[in-house]
């Protein structure tokens, strides 16, 4: 069976400071992977997205970036975190419906 | 573009049947999905519509019409679990087969 591991599960930053969120997936090959930013009491924003290794699309503006080095490992990134950049992150992974799975999610508060 | 339209929130009785409706606009369409989150949780895939008509998963089950850009979920024997926020997710058009998230109804079920 699939499953979708993402670290850490919380994790306070000072402004100024770099980030790195990693997710991986078991069980499937080449799945499309998403990465998500749901602010306090807001709803799901997808972030980028990625069909294959080294491709990554980007949805909105921002100071963040992704990369997915490996089939099953999507990463995001910032090299200077703001405030605004707080929130819950969620990586995904697209099964055979197009339904989508998420990870638990890193709790990121920026101080 | 999408444009996602679910009620904030709503409130029911346990044991009480719910039904929580979804309104859409979107650039083609390929399929519309269901999910649960609890706080501060990630949310999980509850159903999956791309015809028009009634899909029925145990106590959940999902209701779409194309023509009206109109879905619905329908929670019956409700039960104090079931409070969650609910979102509505319409697959568009275009690359990454991606879900755009509506901002989610937030169940409460009561005694």
């Known amino acids: 069976s699939q499953t979708i591991h993402q670290w850490p599960a919380t994790l306070v930053q000072p402004v100024g400071s770099p980030l790195s969120l990693e997710c991986t997936v078991e069980g499937t090959s080449n799945p499309n992977l998403y990465w998500y930013r749901q602010a306090a009491g807001r709803g799901l924003q997808l972030l980028f997205y990625s069909v294959g290794i080294g491709q990554i699309s980007s949805e909105v503006p921002q100071n963040l970036s992704a990369s997915r080095p490996q089939d099953r490992q999507f990463i995001l990134s910032s090299k200077k975190l703001l405030l605004s950049d707080s929130g819950f992150y969620l990586c995904a992974w697209s099964g055979q419906l197009y339904e989508q799975y998420f990870g638990p999610g890193t709790r990121l508060t920026v101080t | ?111």
């Open chain 2, 1 to 111: 573009g999408q444009n996602i339209d679910q009620p904030t929130e709503m409130t029911a009785t346990e044991g009480a049947i719910v039904q929580i409706n979804c309104t859409y606009q979107t650039s083609g369409f390929n399929g519309l999905f269901w999910y649960q989150q609890h706080a501060g949780e990630a949310p999980t895939f509850l159903s999956y519509n791309v015809l028009d008509g009634l899909e029925e998963k145990g106590r959940f089950s999902s209701f779409l019409s194309r023509s009206k850009g109109y879905s619905y979920l329908l929670l019956k024997e409700l039960q104090m679990k079931d409070s969650a926020s609910y979102l509505c997710a319409p697959r568009g058009g275009g690359g990454g087969n991606k879900l755009t998230f509506g901002t989610g109804t937030q169940l409460k079920v009561e005694l």
